[in-house]
């Protein structure tokens, strides 16, 4: 099978591999290369990924789409991080989060500033 992991601004993982196991709303599942095609929504979590030749690959992937088609299987994320081990990843996660809750604060307040400037450019045009 071959996997390709999308995120908004890049291919994150594209390579073949021979199962894959995931995480959607209603419980865990494995996809091999004669399964059925579906499409799932997947929940937050982790993604394993044992490729064709090597150890098992370990992501944690933000909510997105698992859709598989013939021996193609695609992830559309918002988010991903891989790490070569479960305790790793969760470093990885950790460490990644805080950002994101750093840069949504930053976002949070900008937004706040300029609502703040619009309502005082509509409270100049009134009086």
């Known amino acids: 099978m071959h996997l390709k992991i999308l ?3 890049e291919i994150f993982f594209d390579q073949t591999v ?3 196991t995931a995480e959607a709303e209603n419980g865990m599942f494995c996809i091999l290369p004669r399964h059925s095609d579906f499409v799932t929504a997947l929940a937050p979590g982790i993604v394993s990924i ?3 030749q090597g150890a098992t690959i370990y992501m944690a992937v933000d909510q997105g ?3 598989k088609c013939l021996d193609n299987v695609n992830i559309a994320a918002r988010n991903a991080v891989m790490g070569p081990d479960l ?3 969760q470093q990885t996660v950790e460490k ?3 950002i994101l809750d750093e840069k949504e604060r930053t976002a949070r307040s900008a937004v706040a500033r300029l609502e703040a400037g ?4 509509f409270l100049n ?3």
């Open 7 to 9: 995120l908004p601004t």
């Open 18 to 20: 021979r199962k894959i």
């Open 50 to 52: 044992d490729p064709e």
């Open 65 to 67: 789409i698992l859709t």
């Open 87 to 89: 305790g790793a990843l």
């Open 96 to 98: 990644e989060f805080t």
């Open 118 to 121: 619009f309502i005082r450019q």
């Open 125 to 127: 045009i009134e009086g």
